[in-house]
């Protein structure tokens, strides 16, 4: 590395330079801790900004000669290039991602609840969280490709200093939520697996450390990153697939279940769970800084639609495999314990417990198999969870510093707080289960911090262009501000 020009004017023998040795080693020390150590201290301010993915950490996607080219009019309309699977391949990856905040220990946690309190009847709300989450899912994904920005830097850029920090700690909260969840499961995986041996406060520890494996996989790339991921969402969807063959739950039901709207003053909290643990806010700041790690050409209309049209595929079809792995555990308990004394109680960890003692070891311990998928879930969502922090924290703040650092910063947010409810809470206490249903609806009170600014940010013309979304799309705007009063009284805040 070349001195700076600085160093090379400041004669080394003056008293000057030794009376400013302090500051410099400190500006070094800062300069270390940013992408490409003190390299950057030469950059421009807008090397400073915070952005998802650098340049050469993006995946590219192979444009052929034949196909239209907008030299001549970047904001020209032109069609949009033929279907390629190729082309579905190379985008594939992100909407995976995002699809893991559909199936983490939460969502596992409500949707075993919600069939074991309800039975069949609160498919449908399963189902329609669903579609509502797709389409938050596919305008946050629409937002980060259009702007080649993601949602938390468009917050800090569009919206006032106070309102900015004020949707960041509202996040920060929905994180460390979700982080709880997802790190108690993943210890109460290990747990099981261990036979005992590891205690809950041991599998937090471990899982710890699994930042580091984030960090060593993306180190290898994006697509290493994304096929990790798509190896733990097969493990999910095999484990629960066994044990949905194995309990042989009611198609008939089940159907009924998904057509019939049936709600009951008695599962109301199960109800609002399912909502929150499946639209969680932290997943839609998520999805629009991962849909940057692709190479597009925002100048050029033809590109930015190719890119909206592929991402909206493989996400609706990420989202069609998570529809399946929570409809396999919700009918599974719904057909095992619904109407039981058990009902009541049942947990993440006592589950496979309960499943082991009715249905016995028709080919694989049902205990293994629920703690495989469960450690599947745990360790897929923190992971993730760890990068959306990252995401978040950089965009609010613009925090510019190494990968290493922020996910440790990140990581330290969840690991303390889930490090006191593991010492202080028993697994088999029916407290824990409590702790997770209000988790659950803590989410679901944080869906507007998100949703209210991604549907201000992609209506507004000025900033989406001519993919800015119509007004039957602004239609989860009202649903939020009906369902949430008392956010609705604050959002001209967020109107520009």
């Known amino acids: 590395e070349l001195p700076s020009p600085n160093s090379l004017a400041r004669p080394t023998h003056s008293p000057l330079a030794h009376a400013s040795s302090a500051p410099m080693a400190s500006r070094d020390l800062a300069e270390s801790l940013l992408p490409g150590g ?22 590219s996607i192979s444009i052929s000669d034949s196909e239209p080219d907008d030299d001549g009019d970047p904001g020209a309309a032109r069609a949009r290039p033929a279907f390629s699977w190729r082309k579905l391949w190379r985008f594939t990856g992100p909407g995976f991602l995002m699809c893991i905040g559909f199936l983490d220990p939460g969502n596992l946690e409500g949707d075993l609840q919600a069939g074991a309190a309800a039975g069949y009847q609160l ?10 989450g797709a389409l938050v ?45 997802e790190v108690i499961g993943s210890a109460i995986a290990i747990k099981i697996l261990s036979g005992g041996i590891v205690p809950l406060w041991g599998g937090v520890v471990i899982t710890a450390f699994d930042c580091f494996i984030f960090l060593f996989l993306e180190n290898y790339g994006v697509r290493k990153l ?26 008939k039901e089940l159907l009924i279940g998904l057509v019939v709207p049936k709600l009951s003053s008695k599962t109301i909290k199960q109800a609002v769970g399912i909502v929150g643990c499946i639209i969680m806010p932290h997943n839609v700041f998520l999805h629009s800084a991962l849909v940057q790690s ?46 039981s004394d058990k009902a009541d109680n049942i947990g993440l960890e006592n589950a496979g417990q ?18 495989i998928g469960l450690l599947a879930s745990g360790q897929s969502s923190t992971i993730t969870g760890t990068y959306a922090g990252q995401f978040v924290m950089g965009g609010f703040l613009n925090l510019r510093l190494k ?94």
């Open 137 to 181: 899912q596919l305008l946050s994904a629409r937002l980060g490709v259009v702007t080649g920005k993601h949602l938390a830097e468009l917050c800090r850029e569009e919206y006032p200093p106070w309102a900015t920090r004020a949707l960041w700690v509202m996040t920060e909260l929905a994180l460390v939520g979700a982080d709880i969840q």
């Open 226 to 251: 994304e096929a990790f991921f798509g190896v733990l969402i097969a493990t999910m969807a095999i484990s629960f697939a066994i044990m949905f063959g194995e309990t042989k739950p009611s198609g």
């Open 38 to 59: 003190g390299a950057s201290a030469s950059s421009s301010h807008d090397e400073y900004e915070e952005r998802a993915y650098d340049s050469d950490d993006k995946v």
């Open 354 to 371: 309960y499943l082991q003692e009715k249905y016995g070891t028709a080919l694989f311990p049902v205990l293994y198999i629920w703690a």
């Open 403 to 496: 990968k290493w650092l922020r996910a440790v910063i990140t990581r330290s947010f969840a690991i303390i707080p889930t490090m006191i409810v593991a010492l202080f809470f028993d697994t088999e206490d029916p407290t824990m289960d409590v702790l997770n249903e209000s988790l659950n609806v803590l989410q679901s009170i944080q869906i507007p911090f998100a949703l209210i600014p991604l549907i201000t940010l992609v209506s507004s013309e000025q900033l989406m262009g001519s993919f800015v979304v119509g007004p039957i799309t602004k239609a989860p705007t009202a649903v939020s501000t009906q369902y949430f009063p008392t956010l609705a009284d604050f959002r001209p805040v967020f109107l520009f």
């Open 123 to 132: 498919l449908w709300l399963l189902l329609w969280a669903t579609v509502m």
């Open 294 to 339: 692709r190479k597009i050409d925002t100048k050029k209309k033809s590109r930015v639609q190719e890119a909206v049209y592929y991402y909206n595929i493989e996400s609706i079809l990420a989202l069609i495999v998570s529809f399946f792995i929570n409809i396999c555990v919700t009918t599974v308990f719904a057909k095992g314990f619904y109407g």
